[in-house]
């Protein structure tokens, strides 16, 4: 409500800055609906239409293109910024935490980079008081931004970090708010020297791990690490270094750089796919998988691409296993033509591989050594799903056995530990396609939401 309020305050005079003849364009634009026709309204009427046909669902999406294309005073863009941040999770820093960071922080490490730090703060915080009589006649400004000017930039040494903090509220601001100002503050943005960032992350993380929160490194950008502000509890961003998936049987394969981890396909290499590039912060989405696969087999075309990339990933599937191939179907009839852009259903990964077999190794096998299904979400989540036949819990000859559902219990233990989340499903719930197509529909939609897919874009 927050959130619709604010937009509709902002595009209220939409019809006053366009004409009959563009309001429909200048709606389009935005996300929104198409307004009544010319005939049948003003254009004051036209927009009051269009903003109430707004779903809230579609809300978000207009929001973010208000902030894009919009001219907002900071105040008017902090509070559309805050309402929409609300409606997606977010780590909780609290403000001990908070002042604790302060505290810690010099600031004569923060004003070395000048103006990139203006430009952080003009990003997030309020820095101008609202124009005055005075100020139009060509008074100088009296705000925060003169104050920061003279206290921080001209005078280091007049205002403690602690102090900054409080003259731009950052104590009081919303959680997504501090979070992308502890981003920006070790971000090459603002600070162009990879030592420079570590040093200030090393110092961040000492207090924001007692609240179950750290700055993490996700990606690179020009050589410069990224970082983001994550639960501590959430997958260790890693990034990994030979993606093995959708295997026709267990792969032959052998380190041809062991320095370096480079792993070769000795034989049948139609057996396994090896994608070798770097995971984007965003997670392996299908399109990331897509073009490495158009570029490795030197396709012609996306269109190309598609239809043989997902051919290739279904015939990996367990021909036994009708849930199985279910899942992985439902998943891309469910979606549609947002799958491009959501995280790929990967089939048969493997987590573990041991040139040996399980009655070689003996006690010290590994318990689980490949995944039915992964997902590489953003932020280096990882979500394991799996089906569960009865090769779970029961023998080969079918009988139930407590030590085979201790050993699975056990795998899924351990894959916990190591920081993925674990989804089970049986098999009698994926077995009818009408009603498998309800449940993963409402669960993939819980699940992107739980874990920030942006789905919105898609």
Known sequence: MALRELVVGVLGDLGDRTTHSTLADACERLGLPTPIPHEAGSKRERVRSSLAALADADLPTVAERVLLHERLDATTRNAVQDALWALRSTVAIPKKARREIARALDVQDLVLSGGRLRDLLDQLWVLDDPLSFADLLGAALRGLRREIDRHVFRNPGDWSTEELFERLGAFEAGDARFARFLEGLVSPDVI????????????????????????????????????????????????PKNLVFASLAKPDLRLSGALDNDIEIVTNADKVLIYDRPIPADGLRWRDLQDWWRDTHQLAGDDEAKTSLYARL?????????????????????????????????????????????????????????????????????????????????????????????????????????????????????????????????????????????????
């Open 192 to 239: 162009p020297d990879e030592p420079g960032q570590r040093y200030l992350v090393d110092v961040i993380n000492q207090h924001l791990r007692a609240a179950g929160v750290e700055l993490r490194e996700t990606r690179e950008d020009g050589g410069y690490p990224i970082f983001q502000a994550v639960a501590s509890g959430l997958a260790r961003t890693r990034r």
């Open 314 to 458: 279904r015939q990996c599937l367990p021909a036994n296993s009708t849930e199985q191939r279910n899942l992985h179907e439902l998943y891309h009839e469910i979606h549609g033509s947002a799958v491009p852009n959501l995280p790929v259903l990967l089939p048969e990964v493997w987590l573990h591989w041991d040139p040996k077999t399980v009655e070689q190794r003996g006690a010290d096998a590994l318990l689980r050594q490949r995944m039915d299904f992964l997902l590489l979400l953003p932020h280096g989540q990882r979500v394991v799903l799996e089906v569960d036949g009865s090769q779970h819990f029961t023998t080969p000859d079918g009988r139930p056995d407590g030590t085979t559902y201790a050993a699975t219990m056990q795998a899924d233990r351990d894959l916990k530990l190591r920081g993925y989340e674990v989804f089970h499903f049986g098999t009698a719930e994926l077995r009818r396609r009408d009603e498998a197509h309800a449940m993963l529909q409402q669960f993939f939609a819980e699940l992107f939401r739980r874990f920030e897919v942006n789905r919105g874009t898609a």
